[in-house]
């Protein structure tokens, strides 16, 4: 079993449509959660960081941790064409980071 | 504020030929450091990683190396480049130890051994 898992998509929704992504984990010691958005053949760009379950909000993102079912979410409002990328989630608890093979995100104008 | 360098962006090398790949943080000091590869298809691999100068750690066997010869900078190398060496790698760092703190990516560095 893999430690993150994450479906690889491609996803592709209407523009100003909310976006929802989603990993799940295995290892309970993870206790620090990232979302990352990578555009093509550029490096990932770090859009939520947060080490709580719960929700948090950051403009038309929001991040969500529910660490008794091992589940992390990611939500896009208002998506816009700009968002098209490919979306990490990525994990962390001991001094490795564990990534998501990514989602591939589509808004369409 | 904090900004990571890599270079070259791009580099296309023949089988059994040299690799030398560089990383430089800037606007922050002792950072840990993380050389990752990533594949088309595929999570992001970790292959080393560094606490601090002269200190590295290996995560996968290959015929890569790292070294970090100074605070803020890391280089992967390889003497002979094979064809599965081919790949996007990527040069991160964090402030906090033990993977608590968030992780930014340099802009990747893209390999194509022929």
């Known amino acids: 079993q893999k430690e993150v898992e994450q479906d690889p998509g491609p996803l592709s929704v209407p523009e100003g449509a909310i976006v929802s992504l989603n990993c799940t984990y295995s290892?309970?010691?993870?206790?620090?959660f990232m979302w990352y958005r990578q555009y093509s053949r550029k490096g990932p760009e770090l859009l939520m960081y947060?080490?709580?379950?719960g929700n948090k909000e950051d403009g038309r993102f929001t991040a969500q941790v529910d660490k008794s079912s091992k589940y992390i979410s990611l939500f896009i409002r208002d998506s816009q064409p700009s968002d098209s990328a490919t979306y990490l989630c990525?994990?962390?608890?001991?001094?490795?980071?564990?990534f998501g093979t990514g989602t591939r995100l589509k808004v369409l104008a | 504020s904090q900004t990571i360098h890599q270079w070259p962006a791009t580099l296309v090398q023949p089988v059994g030929s040299p690799l030398s790949l560089e990383c430089t943080v800037e606007?922050?000091?002792?950072?840990?450091l993380y050389w990752y590869r990533q594949a088309a298809g595929r999570g992001l691999q970790l292959l080393f990683y560094?606490?601090?100068?002269?200190?590295i750690s290996s995560e996968v066997p290959q015929n890569l190396s790292a070294s970090r010869p100074q605070d803020r900078q890391f280089i992967l190398s390889s003497k002979k480049l094979l064809l599965s060496d081919s790949g996007f790698y990527l040069c991160?760092?964090?402030?906090?130890?033990?993977?608590?703190?968030?992780?930014?990516f340099g802009e990747g560095s893209r390999l194509t051994v022929l």
């Open positions: 991160a760092w964090s402030v906090l130890a033990g993977g608590a703190g968030e992780l930014f």
């Open positions: 990525a994990m962390s608890g001991t001094y490795k980071y564990i």
């Open positions: 560094s606490v601090g100068i002269g200190q």
């Open positions: 290892n309970s010691a993870f206790q620090y």
């Open positions: 606007g922050t000091s002792n950072p840990n």
């Open positions: 947060t080490y709580s379950s």
